[in-house]
């Protein structure tokens, strides 16, 4: 038998009109009626708008549609649930994933039957037409702007930085927008960095060019392979001519000025290139770029630009894969001692087997010339490392009896929440049998003077029930987070016991796992390798 989920909400705290109360019965008789109910969850939020989603009820709700609760979810008015059609979508697309059928009394939207399907459809239709409207409203605004050749703010690429003029618009109104300026000493740099890399083909012998010839960025560090890849992939520096227009025109991109602009002397200027939603920047395809010519002047060849384009994906596609090999153990710890820059893995494959040494990055890059610190002999350093952590004594040492400590308390913890729990239940059930009796007093007494003072007693013992379950669910909570933390020290108790064994039963990434949380760096200076434990492990 399904278990069923009625969601009731009202903005404020009254009672008159559909009262919390009036939502949950109407939607238990409909429930009862529609399907043969074996349970009944009950999500309350009085005081909260529709427009509001931090509603502490609605958010708990939304946490056992995850964990698939409930088979149903029951509401009086679609409203109780949302009042933006995109929040409301997402919710039915949720409801959907997990199974769970949706139904609204008041509209008869009901996802168990075809025609509520349909209008679930329909909801769905409405919300993707308005985010697109939204997204075409922003693109019209982006390509508006990519027109006038502005700079729109944000870090200047390497050759440029921002100015200020001053413009008349079309009402004769004085204006202010930004430009780039070129800074000459900065761009002598770039078109080197072009040429050398259509003559080496290669970003990592770029680098190492860049590093021999103490060529810096603008702000005077060290060039890396990321930033040079930024550099050479960045249209801004291209001229502009019809070569150029055909390329980006090829890709799909959405070319905002006209091609009689593509004049062979400015530069490009792109929008829309990022996609920074969700804390992370994505490149996009140049098919979603917005090309306009820019006020500034290019100074790349349109052939030798895109012929850079080419190089790059060729490299992209013959790069292989890294970080899958099961060599270099300590690469993430290992520092150089002599220049601090860090230190890879190089593998080499001989007939008498494989070995893999650890190489400094800046000596590599560099060619020796920044710094010319001695090799070290892989498996012997891995080796070394785990036999010195080997050795560490947890037993006896305070991390361990600081573990031991914990876990007792939340032994103890968890014996005075389940006490605590039962006291709460037993409250609930105690307001939740006085409301009963008021609501038969209420019935009895409706026109009555007394009616009122029975009302407010009700609402205030709801209130009290309001707050007692969110205690509960407070710690349930924290029960199922306790629980998982006692799992885990009681892990690390058992490596520690026997801690010089369990280490040599580790596979390679447990290995690394356990390192990551032991260790604080090694530093390497061509002869002494220094492990440096992590403060809060010391015994």
Known sequence: MPIVAIYSRKSKLTDKGESIENQIELCKNYAKQHFN?????IYEDEGYSGG??????????LGDIHKKKFNVLICYRLDRISRNISDFSSLVNLLQDNDIDFVSIREQFDTSSPMGRAMMYIASVFAQ??????????KDNMQQLARSGRWLGGKTPMGFESKPIQYKSKDKINKKMYILSPIEKELNIVIKIYDKYIELKSLTQLESWTLMNNIKTKTNKNFDISILKVILTNPVYAKADELLYKYFE???ADIASPKEEFDGIHGLMVFNKHDETKNKVIKRDESHWIIAVGKH???????????????LEI????????GTGKVGLITIFLRCGLCGSKMRVSIYRRKSGTYHYYKCLLKDKSKGLKCNVNNLNGKIADELVIKEISKISYEKGRIYGNLKKIRDELTSKS???????????????????????????LSENKDSIASKYIIKQIEEYDAKIIHLKNEMDKIISNEDYEKDYRENIDFALALANDFSNNIDKLNFDEK????????DNIVWDGEVLEINIQKRNLC
Do not use: C
């Not at 109910?37 to 969850?41: A, G, I, K």
């Not at 509001?52 to 709700?61: D, I, L, S, T």
């Not at 490299?315 to 890294?322: D, F, I, L, Q, S």
């Open 415 to 441: 014996t005075n929440i389940t006490t605590k729990s039962s006291e709460l239940q037993s409250q609930i059930k105690k307001y939740e049998e006085s409301i009963k009796n008021l609501t038969i007093q």
């Open 250 to 252: 090829d890709k799909g």
């Open 37 to 41: 109910v074996d349970e009944f969850l």
């Open 129 to 138: 037409l308005e985010r697109e409207t939204i997204a075409e409203r922003i």
């Open 297 to 311: 002047k290019g100074i790349i060849p349109s052939h030798e630009w895109i012929k850079v384009q080419e190089l």
């Open 52 to 61: 509001n989603a931090e509603r502490p009820m609605f958010k708990k709700m």
């Open 512 to 519: 690394k796992i356990l390192l990551n949380k032991i260790i």
């Open 315 to 322: 490299n992209r596609k013959k790069a292989p894969r890294t």
